[in-house]
């Protein structure tokens, strides 16, 4: 397959892709197709299997079987030849800390084959867009997480790929600059710029088109923030704050037109079908002698999606 | 091959050097601390060994000989004692490698019987030393039963038919004054250029696989030939003037000659380095770890070139399995190429084996490295 194919293909497309090491499956047959121009959350816990895929997609790891096209070409059989249309910013921040900003981004920008005068422009636009203005000369040591953060996605950028890949970007900075992180990945969408970002922040969700649910190696869900919230829960969905909670959990659990039953903090929240739940649960739990403070009905958060899909899904796998 | 990219590598790492104090110091510090550890503290010759004497007789003729000893450069001696014990205490503590015990008969037996023995105590813990004490003294003793058969032929007039009647006339070549210090430098710098080599490169892969910028190089469109060679040239030219270095100690500072052409050096050192730096990216990328990669360097470099590459042990001394190994030591070759330059002065012609079989090393491990910097992380 050639560049530049029909719409249909999509920026990202991923086909029964699989990586085993030895005997542990860290990527299991995964199939994705991210449209052009969106911004994919790809969501799960450490150690689904995120990092592994993301590498699959750079062309920097070899699947072990499926295949993945990025902007059209075949990232098994070209790798090499994927990697000027890819902008990857990697988990581990990974530009040299002995070198200076400016000196990174035009290392970066000369290996994209970036020179002259568009080098030095493309220079002072990532500085620009990286808050860096006028601080080109400061080691990238000295700058801070989130400076930092930003510099290595201005030098992912610099050579303007149409598709953009972050391993979880914003881990370890603080909210405020996780925001202006996201504002920016948004800015480039708008100019058409596709991007699959990893990240283990429920809370940063909402700033995605479409969310891909990873767990133990396999994709569980995949479909925009709101159709994760209503097509995963079942029935209504209320919040039951009680005494025991633990104890009260295993109880409800067995309670009929219960379909799950998941702890937040001290509160329970149950997905129910059909019933009363102020009259059934309440009459239930006192019915054991737990105090029941209150009861009401609640809008699913992907928490819920979460604990729902991933529930006794999760599993131990090395960190990577 | 993109030669800008190349290029690119090859000035990071540059700046890298020069930005951290402490590489540049172990550049520059150790082929020179090496060289005057190791130039002054290997020396192979046994020169003014330990000596007591126990001289059980104390007479003309004894003292004769004990001078004789004491005016030999091999030997100085350090105590003269007056029982057996304390000639034994003396080996135990150290004090001495030999002692001489003379008999209480030793001039009336050599009177008498015209013969006699005197008797050697000699601590082999040094083996090599041991050996080199007993030839010595057995050279001391022959010179002066000669002359004592002279004297004694002399007195009876036959002192002109009877000299020696075969004498050998020696001519060193290459090492006139059969100073070991001429073939240690050669050997030291051979050493050196293989520790400074493997550690220089051993680390640059290993640190940016443990920081992660490995990982963000790789996802760029350089190919594993460009990031090999881009950092192989900053690190060659450093290698290039370690070597330089080196050679300069050598010749002005320990005084070995230097009787052959400065281009077979060059050529010679540069294949040795791309070997040896080459070497550092294998075991670097390998481990993908910096500690691991440096303890591997020292193992892989230190050890073979100290004892396999003839400059300690000779080659032609070894067991035959041992003698096998040391083809597949690069710095051997590179050993024989130095003495061949600095003492016998020869050209490429005499050294093309070692000289191409370097040349092949060379191209062995340049191969190993690109292959294995095959641009995934699996």
Known sequence: ?320 | MNARRTLLVARKEVTHVLRDPRSLFLVLLMPLAQMMFLGYGVNLDAKHIPLCIFDREGSQASRTLLSWFGASEYFSVVNVLRTYDESVAALDAGRCRMALVIPADFSREVNDKGKTSVQALVDATDDNHANLAIVYARAVLATYSEKLRLDYLGRRGFAHQLGPILTVETRTWFNEELENRNLVVPGVMVIVMAMVGALLTSLTIAREWEVGTMEQLISTPIKPMEIALGKLIPYFAIGLLDTALCAEIGVYWFNVPMRGSIVTLTLASSLFLVVALGSGFLYSAVTKSQFGATLVALLMTYMPSLLLSGFAFPISQMPFAVRFVTYFVPARYYVTILKGIFLKGVGLKSLAVPTLVLGLYAIVVMVQVTAILRKTVD
């Not at chain 1, 592994?52 to 993945?68: D, E, F, H, K």
């Not at chain 1, 994760?228 to 029935?235: D, F, I, N, P, V």
Request: with cysteine.
């Open chain 1, 1 to 320: 397959m050639t560049p530049g194919n029909g719409e249909d293909a999509g920026a990202i497309r991923v086909e029964g892709l699989t990586k085993r090491f030895r005997s542990f499956t860290a990527v299991d047959n995964v199939t994705l197709l991210v449209r052009r121009g969106e911004v994919l959350g790809l969501l799960g816990p450490n150690g689904a299997g995120k990092s592994t895929l993301i590498r699959m997609l750079c062309g920097i790891m070899r699947p072990t079987a499926g295949c993945v096209h990025v902007a059209g070409i075949n990232v098994v059989e070209h790798a090499e030849a994927v990697r000027q249309h890819l902008g990857y910013v990697s988990q581990k921040f990974s530009l040299y800390d002995d070198l200076t900003a400016a000196e990174n981004l035009r290392l970066f920008g000369g290996l994209y084959g970036l020179g002259g005068q568009a080098l030095v422009a493309r220079v002072q636009w990532a500085l620009a867009i990286s808050g860096l203005d006028g601080k080109g000369d400061v080691l990238t040591r000295d700058l801070g997480g989130g400076l930092r953060r930003r510099l290595a996605l201005g030098c992912a950028m610099l050579h303007r790929p149409p598709i953009l890949i972050l391993d979880e970007p914003t881990s370890g900075i603080d909210p405020m600059l996780r925001r202006q992180f996201w504002e920016l990945i948004h800015q480039f969408a708008a100019e058409g710029v596709t991007a699959l970002v990893s990240t283990h922040y429920l809370d940063e969700a909402d700033y995605c088109n479409r969310l891909a649910l990873m767990s133990a190696g396999r994709l569980v869900a995949l479909g925009t923030p709101h159709e994760l919230r209503y097509a995963a829960a079942r029935g209504d969905l209320v919040r039951v704050e009680c005494d025991a909670p633990v104890r009260a959990a295993e109880m409800l659990k067995a309670v009929p037109g219960v379909h799950d039953v998941a702890i937040f903090g001290n509160a329970l929240h149950v997905s129910i079908t059909n019933m009363e739940p102020e009259a059934a649960l309440r009459a239930s739990l006192e019915a054991r002698g737990i105090a029941c403070m209150s009861i009401e009905a609640i809008e699913p958060s992907l928490e819920d999606v979460f604990a729902q899909r991933l529930g006794s899904d999760s599993r131990e796998e090395p960190a990577d």
